[in-house]
């Protein structure tokens, strides 16, 4: 059996004392509040698996194919347990046992593939390949291996590859989330109303386990959008015309980002401000900015200083 | 067990029942496991009363978890049955900053709260290390205390009213929105400390106290671990009022030394002492006087400062024991035992050495740190974990911490609770008080079903009363 070759991680296993740092800022936890969502429990679950307490099942199988692999777990880990590394290997035992489940990996839509193969030059973890069918080329995904970062998705020419929907991160659940947010009323006293796209790996205001008692009441939205290296530039022109005043972009310092993707947002971002300049819109509507992992104050007084900016422009229309 | 029904109160995508499930919610950071039968996350106070009425009546366990960091086993669901997991009301319902009070659901996490307090330039202090997790509810299931407890005080110095959902269903407001109350039975207090063994709390009322202004923290190297000892004894009996005091044996600088690089002279004992408030002239006058302490007893003050930076880079040798302990030594693994004792402050550094002696005779590795200034010694059993031989040395060192712990008049725990591992040595140092919580526990849950068979009902050996995490070989484990 397969999982056998997952005692080599025995003493790491150990090694973890069960506190449950890691999931203080784990997206997925966030996202279903179960524990056996965190890190923690899918390392207690592997660790279940390995010595014959609990059989591996689809469900198992399922979550540990959910990450979103921001490596905050292992930033955050009491015993510096290599998580990710662990449960990657995990993967990659279930799949060779047959569990074939869907997880958090991009989706390809072979109709839109073009088998261009640019999704494989940004993949950074190397997760996409090309194969060829009846002489065709078309991109795959390698589930064990994609990190669900998304820059494929803006990468992409065709529009074929696209974050699974289910965590609030795919393109449909963002722009629904912008749409409500576009219709909700704001205080008197609040200004116009602007969305900060920030990115998984550095940080973002969301990162509470508590619901505070005065919250979404700024008029500005943090949206979570996974790397920043994601953003499109229509997700961007499509939240003004919706009715956002401005966009702020929060994303790692240069040479700091994971998929090597911000120098990718910086030229869209510097492209898009030129564009709309020529639309007669004022590009300090968009502002890209950087944020380290610990840097909460610098987001927080970017998003105020932002915020101010924007109301000073007033509404935009864009046609 | 009646799953349907558990779904048609908390909604079904409340309510789980798989194997997965339940594995992960049988555990915590203890060394146990056991499995509950369901798991079921209640979002209201009438939920978990209805809850409750049907446990009751069908004399099913209960085991309420917060984020289930306890260490000794305290959300471990050793009869089965139902573990409630509290977590979905996490909601801060208000903050009250002209009255000093707060008032919240139990799932909020201390750091949350913190954070939200913040603006107002108040803060809820009893937090323990595990803050950035911990929720309210577990901290008063516990009694909770940390690093700043040697000024601010314990969990139960902050409870000023719960609302409790007792075992049979009925839903009680205990204690008051005020600073004093002398008025009957302080029965919230009970409450604190119990572990999920009286009532589950749904909202607490929390007694906040203003931010400090300044905080400056000092560091004492000290080539004797005694002298170490005596300066925190004589700091605490000098009437200074430290907000941090802090012990690191020599095993703990050598754990953060080898396994971060930390750099830290390789010294008997380093004491780390903090002094806070509003007027730096006192503050000043805090740290000068612990510093002359020191000194008097051979210390060498090698760091001082009131910027966050420096003190944060200072500190942080003490801040990442914790993971250097769980590296110490390849396939080692950092256990929860004998892991928070308090002893009198004279006893403090007595109390290190002899912990050392007992890991030498029993074949185990132990460090002894921690919050010296609030009488604490932490304590940590590194070994192999898959050798047998090693557990039998282990079960006889925490025996053996625990009688001279008795023998000089400290308690169990001083910080993380009873449950399951500290309880045998817990019971037989107090007989009196397990009669009268006996009668305590039969009054208020006489079906015992909420978290049954712990503190006083817990097994009287701690190996034996859940299989133990660790051990892959099955044939070397003990349940
Ligand atoms: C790395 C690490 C460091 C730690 N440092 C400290 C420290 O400095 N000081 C300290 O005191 N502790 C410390 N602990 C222990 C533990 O984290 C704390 O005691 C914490 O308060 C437990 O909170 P929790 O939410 O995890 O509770 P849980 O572990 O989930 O539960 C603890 C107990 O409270 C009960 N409980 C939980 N919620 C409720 C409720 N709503 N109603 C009734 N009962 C309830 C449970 O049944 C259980 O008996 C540490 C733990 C770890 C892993």
Redo the contacts between chains.
């Keep these: 059996m397969a999982l056998e070759n997952l005692?080599k991680w025995?003493?790491e296993l150990?090694?973890?004392?069960?506190?449950?740092?890691c999931?203080?800022n784990c997206h997925i936890f966030k996202l279903t509040?179960?524990?056996?969502d965190t890190p923690?429990?899918k390392l207690?679950?592997a660790?279940?698996m390995?010595?014959?307490?609990?059989?591996p099942?689809e469900?198992?199988a399922k979550?540990i194919f959910e990450c979103f692999y921001c490596r905050l777990c292992e930033a955050?880990?009491?015993?510096?347990v290599p998580v990710t590394e662990i449960l990657t290997d995990v993967r990659q035992v279930l799949l060779d046992d047959g569990f074939d489940v869907e997880g958090t990996h991009v989706e390809v839509d072979e109709d839109k593939c073009c088998g261009c193969g640019i999704c494989v030059s940004v993949c950074k973890p190397e997760a996409t390949t090309l194969k060829e069918e009846n002489g065709d080329k078309l991109a795959t995904v390698d589930k064990v291996k994609c990190e669900a970062c998304g820059v494929c998705t803006v990468a992409c020419p065709s529009g074929a590859r696209e974050l699974k929907e289910g965590y609030e991160v795919s393109r449909k659940e963002l722009d629904a989330k912008i749409d409500k947010f576009v219709k909700e009323k704001l205080p008197d006293d609040a200004k116009e109303k602007t969305v900060t796209f920030c990115c998984n790996w550095s940080v973002f205001p969301g990162l509470?386990?508590?619901?505070?008692?005065f919250e979404d009441k700024e008029s500005n939205k943090t949206l979570v959008t996974m790397c920043t290296g994601r953003v499109d530039p229509e997700m961007i022109v499509q939240a003004m015309r919706d009715g956002i005043a401005g966009v702020l972009i929060s994303a790692c310092p240069l040479g700091e980002c994971e998929h090597d993707a911000n120098y990718k947002t910086l030229r869209r971002v510097l492209l898009l401000k030129k564009m709309l300049q020529q639309l007669n819109i004022e590009p300090e509507r968009v502002k890209l900015t950087w944020v380290d992992t610990n840097e909460v104050a610098k987001l927080e007084k970017e998003i105020n200083s932002f915020s101010e900016e924007v109301s000073k422009l007033g509404t935009v229309t864009v046609e | 067990m009646d799953v349907a029904r558990l779904k048609s109160i908390v909604g079904a995508q409340h309510v789980r029942d798989a194997i997965d499930e339940l594995y992960v919610y049988g555990a915590d950071a203890s060394v146990h496991q056991a499995m509950p039968q369901v798991v079921v996350r209640p979002g209201s106070i009438d939920e978990i009363r209805e809850i409750a009425r049907y446990a009751n009546s069908e004399l099913i366990p209960i085991v309420a978890r917060g984020a289930g960091s306890g260490m000794s086993g305290h959300a471990v669901p050793l009869k089965g049955g139902i573990v409630l997991d509290m977590k979905r009301m996490n909601r801060i319902i208000e903050i009250k900053p002209d009255d000093m009070y707060c008032k919240v659901e139990p799932g909020v996490v201390d750091d949350d709260l913190n954070r939200a307090l913040k603006p107002y330039g108040l803060s809820y202090p009893p937090s323990p290390a595990s803050s950035r997790i911990a929720t309210i509810g577990g901290e008063i299931g516990n009694n909770a205390s940390g690093i700043r407890s040697v000024k601010y005080g314990a969990t139960r110095d902050y409870v000023l009213g719960l609302k409790v959902v007792l075992a049979d269903g009925e839903l009680v407001d205990l204690g008051a929105r005020t600073r004093v109350e002398a008025a009957g039975y302080q029965v919230h207090r009970l409450i604190v400390g119990s572990e999920g063994t009286l009532g589950i709390i749904v909202e607490a009322t929390l007694k906040l106290v203003p931010l400090p202004k300044f905080r400056c923290l000092s560091v004492a190297m000290f080539d004797k671990l005694e002298d170490a000892g005596e300066s925190i004894a004589d700091i605490i009996a000098s009437g200074c009022e430290p907000s941090m005091l802090e012990l690191m044996d020599d095993i703990a600088i050598k754990a953060v030394n080898t396994t971060l690089n930390m750099g830290l002279p390789e010294v008997d004992a380093i004491i780390f002492f903090e002094a806070d408030g509003k007027v730096k002239e006192a503050i000043d006058y805090e740290i000068t006087t612990m510093q002359e302490i020191c000194k008097k007893h051979n210390g060498q003050i090698t760091a001082t400062s009131y910027d966050l930076k420096e003190r944060t880079k200072y500190f942080s040798g003490r801040k990442k024991l914790f993971a250097a302990l769980a590296k110490y030594k390849d396939g080692y693994a950092c256990t929860s035992l004998a892991d928070d004792m308090a002893v009198p402050y004279t006893k403090m550094a007595e109390c290190a050495r002899k912990i050392h002696e007992i890991a030498d005779k029993y074949g185990v590795i132990m460090t002894a740190y921690g919050h010296c200034g609030s009488g604490v010694m932490h304590t940590k059993i590194l070994m192999n974990p898959n050798d047998k031989e090693k557990w039998e040395g282990a079960k006889k060192a925490v025996e053996a911490i625990y009688d001279y712990v008795d023998k000089v008049g400290g308690v169990t725990s001083g910080e993380h609770g009873i449950a399951l591992s500290k309880a045998p040595a817990w019971k037989k140092a107090r007989p009196d008080l397990m009669k009268v919580m006996t009668k305590i526990k039969k009054a208020l849950d006489p079906n015992n079903i909420l978290n049954p068979d712990k503190l006083m009902d817990a097994p009287d050996d701690w190996y034996t009363a859940t299989p133990i995490r660790y051990m892959i070989d099955k044939e070397k484990t003990a349940g």
């Design positions: 005692k025995e003493k150990n090694t973890c004392i069960r506190c449950g740092y999931y203080e509040n179960w524990e056996s923690r429990g207690i679950l660790y279940g390995i010595n014959g307490d609990i059989e099942t469900d198992i979550k955050g880990c009491s015993a510096k509470r386990l508590s619901v505070l008692p």
